[in-house]
C-alpha cells in the first residue's frame, strides 16, 4: 500500500502544488480578469466569461473547467453587438499596447499582459536576474552558458547525498563485520578451550 501511495504521488508530478507555477497561473488569471482603457472595458463587458465552480445540475463544486474560457449564447449576441458598435474597444481589449515598464495596467490590452507574465516565467535569459522563474526551476536547453536551475541542483543534492550515505553504509557495514569475525573467531576460541577442559576434567 505505501508503494502504491507513492506511486500515485510520483504521477502527480514534482511540481504539483508548486508556489511558483501556481503564481504563474495566477498572474494570467488576473490578466483575463483586467479592466482596459479608461471606460474599464474587460473580457466580461464582451461577454467572454469563465465557466463557473458551481454546477447547479449537481447542486456542487466541480474544477473540471476550472479557468475554461466560454461564450454563452447570451455572451455571444453582447459580443457580436459590441464588434458592431465598437470595434476599437474590442481590439483594445485584446491587444492595446503599451510600454512593458508602465505600471498601469489599464494601458495595456489582455494579449500583452499576458505575454508579459509569460515572459517572466519563461525568459531564457543567459543573465539569472533575467531569468524566468520557470527556466531558474527548470533550466532550458537553448542555454549554452550558465543554466544552473532549482531542479538540478536539488538532483545533484540528492545525488551526492546517495553517494555519501552508500559510503557511510558501507563503512558501517564493513565495522560490523569486522566485529561480527572477531566475535566468531572468539567464539570458537571458546569452544576450543571447553572442550580442552571438559577433556582434561573427564580424564581426571
Excluded: C
Excluded at 536539488?154 to 569475525?181: A, G, V
Amino acid at each position: 500500500s505505501e508503494i502504491e501511495k507513492w506511486e500515485t504521488e510520483a504521477k502527480r508530478g514534482l511540481m504539483r502544488n508548486d508556489p511558483t507555477i501556481a503564481g504563474v497561473i495566477t498572474q494570467m488569471r488576473t490578466a483575463l480578469y483586467k479592466s482596459v482603457g479608461e471606460n474599464e472595458n474587460s473580457l466580461y463587458e464582451i461577454g467572454i466569461t469563465t465557466v463557473s465552480l458551481y454546477n447547479s445540475e449537481s447542486n456542487s463544486l466541480t474544477t473540471a473547467k476550472n479557468g475554461h474560457l466560454e461564450i454563452t449564447e447570451d455572451g455571444m449576441k453582447r459580443l457580436r453587438a459590441a464588434i458592431e458598435t465598437n470595434p476599437d474597444m474590442v481590439r483594445d481589449i485584446f491587444t492595446k499596447q503599451s510600454g512593458i515598464d508602465d505600471p498601469d495596467d489599464t494601458n495595456k490590452g489582455v494579449g500583452q499582459v499576458l505575454n508579459e507574465a509569460i515572459l517572466r516565467a519563461t525568459n531564457p535569459s543567459s543573465d539569472p536576474k533575467q531569468r524566468g522563474s520557470l527556466i531558474s526551476i527548470a533550466g532550458t536547453e537553448i542555454l549554452t552558458g550558465d543554466n544552473t536551475n532549482t531542479l538540478d541542483t536539488k538532483i545533484k543534492n540528492y545525488d551526492d547525498n546517495i553517494s555519501r550515505l552508500k559510503t557511510q553504509l558501507e563503512k558501517e557495514y564493513n565495522r560490523y563485520w569486522r566485529q561480527f569475525s572477531a566475535l566468531e573467531t572468539a567464539i570458537q576460541q571458546m569452544t576450543a578451550q571447553s572442550g580442552w577442559l571438559t577433556q582434561m576434567m573427564g580424564g581426571q
